[in-house]
């Protein structure tokens, strides 16, 4: 690819990426915040039993920034992701993939540590389609992201069953998808996710922000590892079986 070529593509995806991240900033301030928790719902029913009014008790406590300081975080980072990967794919048919994945995980990432819920209606369209590209693109090696989108969830419900809370079933439901376009670099996502997730965490404990306790979304995590898994998640594969063989 020419030197113009190159440049022309970086800016269109950058470009591109702006428009697609100002969407994802409509879709995040519009999805509607999830039934109240069965805590509050008691404490709801309490209150009315005593005769206390249930406007009184306050709903579940929820941050939901809005302004454009908001939306412009949304679509600077769909737009630095959507130039990664034009860097890093160029004109190849694996880019629009790559878009694709950039966008489900922007949108998530953000709904679910505002709203700690991963909606269907985001990943359960995307996950055939995911499926289904990552196939035509590597159809020889199929069954690696068949096995990679079974296993990834396989590997968080069994975590959910050990770890009751530790786990929704919207991180396993965003684990199919992510083995589905992943295929085999979904190690790399999972290994990135806990370890800044276990990072993170330790340092809002150790800080007094959060407590062992308090309820910390990982779809966030998922997501982050997901972006640079996508971008450089087999690079990162070959460079480990390369120092340990």
């Known amino acids: 690819?020419?030197?113009?070529?190159?440049?022309?593509?970086?800016?269109?995806?950058?470009?591109?990426?702006?428009?697609?991240?100002?969407?994802?900033?409509?879709?995040?301030?519009?999805?509607?915040?999830?039934?109240?928790?069965?805590?509050?719902?008691?404490?709801?029913?309490?209150?009315?039993?005593?005769?206390?009014?249930?406007?009184?008790?306050?709903?579940?406590?929820?941050?939901?920034?809005?302004?454009?300081?908001?939306?412009?975080?949304?679509?600077?980072?769909?737009?630095?992701?959507?130039?990664?990967?034009?860097?890093?794919?160029?004109?190849?048919?694996?880019?629009?993939?790559?878009?694709?994945?950039?966008?489900?995980?922007?949108?998530?990432?953000?709904?679910?540590?505002?709203?700690?819920?991963?909606?269907?209606?985001i990943v359960l369209p995307a996950l055939p389609v995911g499926l289904a590209a990552a196939i035509a693109l590597d159809p020889h090696r199929w069954w690696t992201y068949v096995v990679a989108c079974v296993g990834s969830a396989l590997f968080l419900f069994i975590l959910a069953l050990i770890w009751p809370g530790g786990m929704g079933f919207g991180d396993i439901k965003l684990a199919l998808f992510m083995g589905a376009v992943l295929g085999a670099a979904v190690i790399v996502a999972m290994f990135l996710a806990f370890f800044v997730g276990a990072v993170v965490g330790m340092v809002l404990i150790a800080s007094k922000l959060k407590t062992r306790k308090d309820h910390i979304p990982f779809g966030p995590y998922l997501a982050l590892g997901s972006v640079i898994a996508v971008l450089y998640g087999h690079a990162i594969l070959g460079l480990y079986w390369g120092l340990v063989r």
């Open 1 to 121: 690819m020419s030197q113009g070529a190159f440049a022309a593509l970086s800016a269109g995806s950058l470009v591109f990426g702006l428009l697609v991240g100002a969407g994802l900033s409509v879709i995040v301030d519009r999805t509607p915040e999830p039934p109240p928790e069965d805590e509050e719902l008691e404490a709801r029913a309490a209150a009315d039993a005593e005769g206390q009014p249930v406007a009184s008790v306050p709903p579940a406590p929820r941050k939901r920034p809005h302004g454009w300081l908001h939306r412009g975080a949304i679509m600077a980072l769909t737009g630095a992701g959507f130039l990664l990967a034009s860097i890093q794919f160029g004109l190849a048919w694996r880019l629009p993939l790559a878009f694709l994945l950039i966008a489900v995980m922007i949108a998530v990432a953000f709904i679910d540590w505002e709203l700690w819920i991963i909606p269907d209606v």
